[in-house]
């Protein structure tokens, strides 16, 4: 030790762990916010608590490494449990935030801590999103390669740090500082200008989504055939062929996404029979299920309305009939708990 270290000396505490300080529950609590991906609000939960991300994988008994993103993947019992422990949520609430089941796993992004120029990484955001929320979070629907805009703002997602071109990385922050900031040079991901999508590509976006879960709710075999031909579609728009969708970036994506827009959709329909088909035509050209449930609601409205209608009983709304029809006939969507917000 220098003279100058010596004399100004070092304050040593012998600290204890923080199982012992907050045993039974811990300080902070924070309840979950509309489609939150578990690994976001683990991050915000350590952080209100005081204890920077990376040292409070050490508090649920994990190591380095992308600890938050792989329980998002699955999450073991004993975690589950400590967690509702502690912070008195129900098991439910915090099950419903992870991406475990169901026929969206297969559009999952895969955990790569590093960030390609051209290559998937883990997490895409919305900066207009981050800067509209008074706690910034990210969103489940944001771990989904199928997705490349924010339906909320029309905006194209980003899956990079504009300053220093660093994937998303929380999970390693080693300081109290919010997830909003990238972890490696602390710029501010709100601040990030706002990509463009072609509004074509958007619509087919949209009408995607709507396939995979009403042929998820059905629980047929055709599942498996709509998410494939989904993920087959950097072939199909020539666009680094012989890659899959979950291994392009978001920018590729969208590119690949206003390649396909600008195509007739046989490649989602080939070697189909002809309603199956007949039906994925018509929710492409509507852009979207809602789209079509209005429009054909509207053409009833026209061409089948009722001259001995009584003017006593409200008309009414075919549109919200359908749509109430569809969620008693697919309840969730084939998705367990609440359906996901559209962000």
């Not at 008994?61 to 975690?79: A, C, I, K, T, Y």
């Not at 969206?104 to 955990?111: D, G, K, N, R, Y």
């Not at 919010?178 to 601040?191: G, K, S, T, V």
């Not at 970036?249 to 590119?255: L, N």
Request: contains cysteine.
């Amino acid at each position: 030790m220098t003279g100058n270290a010596a004399h100004a000396g070092f304050a040593i505490e012998v600290c204890q762990r923080y199982s012992d300080v907050a045993p039974d529950r811990w300080p902070v609590s924070i309840k979950p916010l509309p489609d939150e991906l578990l690994s976001s609000w683990l991050h915000r939960l350590g952080i209100a608590n005081g204890i920077a991300p990376r040292s409070f994988a050490g508090v649920l008994g994990f190591g380095d490494g992308m600890w938050s993103p792989r329980l998002d993947h699955r999450l073991p019992r004993n975690v589950a449990t400590l967690l509702c422990h502690q912070t008195h949520l129900p098991l439910g609430a915090i099950s419903s935030m992870t991406m475990d089941g169901g026929a969206i796993t297969a559009f999952l992004l895969p955990l790569r801590d590093n960030a390609h120029r051209n290559r998937s990484t883990w997490m895409q955001y919305c900066p207009l999103c981050l800067a509209g929320d008074e706690a910034p979070y990210f969103r489940r629907q944001w771990r989904l390669a199928s997705r490349v805009s924010c339906f909320a703002h029309g905006c194209g997602l980003r899956d990079r740090c504009p300053a220093c071109h660093a994937g998303v990385a929380t999970f390693d922050q080693g300081e109290l500082v919010p997830q909003h900031f990238c972890a490696w040079c602390r710029f501010d991901l709100r601040a990030v200008p706002k990509a463009s999508v072609k509004a074509a590509a958007r619509r087919l976006e949209r009408a995607i989504v709507d396939i995979c879960r009403v042929e998820s709710a059905k629980g047929s075999a055709k599942v498996s055939d709509a998410v494939s031909r989904v993920l087959r579609t950097p072939v199909a728009a020539d666009v680094r062929s012989g890659r899959t969708l979950t291994n392009l970036s978001t920018a590729a994506r969208i590119r690949c996404f206003e390649a396909l827009a600008a195509k007739p959709p046989d490649w989602l329909v080939n070697d189909m029979d002809g309603v199956d088909a007949y039906r994925r035509w018509m929710i492409v050209a509507a852009g979207g299920h809602d789209t079509l449930i209005a429009r054909f609601a509207d053409f009833l409205e026209t061409h089948q309305g009722s001259p001995r209608r009584q003017r006593s009983l409200p008309a009414a709304d075919r549109s919200a009939l359908f749509a109430a029809y569809f969620r008693i006939m697919h309840p969730n969507g084939g998705h367990k708990g609440r359906p996901p917000a559209p962000h």
